[in-house]
C-alpha cells in the first residue's frame, strides 16, 4: 500500500520552462489536493479535486494548471515556470468529510532560476 | 490575522519534559488536525478529531470547540519527536497554521 506517490522529487526549472507534477493515491480516496509550502508560511492550497471530474482553484492558484485524470490521479503543470513558483509541492488525498485523516506525499522541491 | 495560529512557533526542550503545542482558530470547522513533518520533509497525520480528546502512545490532542483552541501534549519526550508539528482545520479543505518547530535534546 503505497498511499500517496508524488513524482519528481527534486527538479530546476529555468524561467519559462513547463513541468507537470504526477501524483496518484491507491486509497480510494475521492478527494486529491496540491499544496505549496513557503518558509515561513503554512501549506497553502493551489488546486483541490472534490472527486474525480471536478475541481477547484484554492488559495494560490495563478499560474497552475490541473488535470483530475481518474480517481486516482491528480497533476499539476506549470505552464510558464517563475521563479516566484520556487517552493515545495505536496499533494494530498482524503476522505476528510467521512472523518479520514490527510494523507501527504514525499513533497518535490521545485527550483526556478 | 491568520485563520489558524499555532504558539509557540519554536520550541525546545531536555528529553524527558512534557511538551504542549497550542493551536487557535478563528473558523467554524468540522475538525481538527495535527500533522508532523520530519526534517526529511514528509508529512505524516497524527490525529483528527472534532471533539474530546485523542490518545496515541506519548502523543495527546484536546480540542475545546467553544474556545476555538486544541493542544498537543507530548509526553516524556524524546529526540527522535524533533519535528514541525502543525494544525490545520476544516471540512472539505485544509488550512494550516505555520507550524511549531521542537527540538528536543538528550
Known amino acids: 500500500n503505497a498511499g500517496v506517490t508524488q513524482t519528481p522529487k527534486f527538479q530546476v526549472l529555468k524561467t519559462g520552462q513547463s513541468m507537470t507534477l504526477q501524483c496518484a493515491q491507491d486509497m480510494n480516496h475521492n478527494s486529491m489536493y496540491w499544496y505549496r509550502q513557503d518558509p515561513g508560511m503554512g501549506l497553502r492550497l493551489i488546486y483541490y479535486s472534490a472527486s474525480e471530474g471536478t475541481t477547484d482553484k484554492g488559495e494560490v492558484p495563478n499560474g497552475y494548471n490541473v488535470s483530475r485524470l481518474n480517481k486516482r490521479e491528480f497533476s499539476l503543470r506549470l505552464e510558464s515556470a517563475a521563479p516566484s513558483q520556487t517552493s515545495v509541492y505536496f499533494c494530498a488525498s482524503s476522505e476528510l468529510a467521512r472523518g479520514r485523516g490527510a494523507f501527504f506525499g514525499q513533497g518535490t522541491r521545485l527550483t526556478v532560476v | 490575522k491568520n485563520e489558524v495560529e499555532q504558539s509557540p512557533q519554536n520550541l525546545t526542550a531536555q528529553e524527558g519534559e512534557f511538551i504542549t503545542i497550542n493551536c487557535s482558530y478563528s473558523?467554524?470547522?468540522?475538525?481538527l488536525h495535527w500533522l508532523q513533518q520530519h526534517p526529511g520533509g514528509g508529512i505524516v497525520s497524527l490525529f483528527m478529531l472534532s471533539s474530546g480528546k485523542k490518545k496515541h502512545g506519548r502523543l495527546i490532542a484536546t480540542i475545546n470547540i467553544q474556545e476555538k483552541h486544541s493542544s498537543l501534549h507530548i509526553t516524556a519526550s524524546h529526540p527522535r519527536d524533533s519535528a514541525v508539528y502543525i494544525c490545520?482545520?476544516?471540512?472539505?479543505?485544509?488550512?494550516f497554521g505555520t507550524g511549531t518547530r521542537l527540538q528536543v535534546f538528550p
Open positions: 473558523v467554524g470547522i468540522s475538525a
Open positions: 490545520a482545520v476544516g471540512s472539505d479543505k485544509l488550512i
